[in-house]
C-alpha cells in the first residue's frame, strides 16, 4: 500500500509517473515532490501519467487539484493521461475534467504539449 | 438484513492514516466471494477509504489516539457498511453534503468524499453528534444484474 513518484522533465515538461496507490497517507508524499519540483527548476507543464496507479480516492483529486493551481499560476499547463475507470468518474463528479485536460496516452499528451 | 442468513466482520483500529489502505484491503477481501465486478469492488474501497479518511481528518483532527471502528455484513441481497468514530461530530450536515465543500482547504481536501460516498453506493446515511461522533451507513445492492436477467 504505497505509491510510487517518478519524475522525469522533457524540456519544460515534467511528467509525473504515479505507481501505487494514492489516498490521503500518501498524497503528503506526491504534493511535497511536485511542488518541490515545480519551484525548484524552470518547468511549466507538468503531464500526469495515471498508467500504473491502481488505486485513488478524493485526497488524491485535492492534491491534483493544487498542483493545477501551482502550475496554472506560473502560465503553464496540466494534462493527465491513462486513467483508469473507476478514478475517471471520481474526475468526473468533481468538475476537474472542466479545467484539467485529459488524454489517453503519455504521447498524445506530449504532442498536445508541442513535443514529438 | 435476517439474522443467520447474513455473514459479518468488524474491525477496530488507530486512527492513523497509514491504516486507510489496511481498511480497504480489509473490507474487500471479506467481500471477496461475492459476485461483485472488479470495477464494483474500486468503488467500495473507494467509499471505505474516504470514509476512514474522514474521520481521521474532521473526526478526530488527525488525533492518532482515537478510533475508528468498521462493520461489514453482506448476505444475498446486499452489502451494508458502518464505518463511525467516537470523534468531534459534523455541526452541519447538509453543508457537509456539498460537493466540493470542505472545512480544510488548506489542507488540500476536494470536498469529495460525501459526494463519491452517495454516487458509488445505493444508499449513504449520516448520523452525527456533535462531541459524541460520526456515523456512516452504507449500502450497494447485489441484486440489481439479476433482477434484469429475469
Redesign the interface.
Known sequence: ?SLRVDMEAIGDILIVRLDG?L???T?EVL?SQMEGQINDTDVRHVLLSLKNLH?????G???I??RYKQITARGGDMIVCSIN??IY??FE???LFKIIKVKDSEEEALHILGVA | MEKGKMNFMELNFAARSENEGFARIAVAAFLSRLPLNLDEMEEIKTVVSEAVTNAIIHGYEEDEQGAVMISTFYDQYAVEIVIEDHGIGIADVEEARQPLFTTKPELERSGMGFTIMENFMDVMEITTEIGRGTRIRMVKNLVKNEMLCN
Do not use: A, C, I, T
Open positions: 500500500m496507490e489516498d490521503h497517507h498524497s504534493r488505486f485513488m480516492d478524493s485526497s483529486l485535492g492534491v487539484l493544487g475507470p473507476v468518474r471520481l463528479l468533481s468538475g
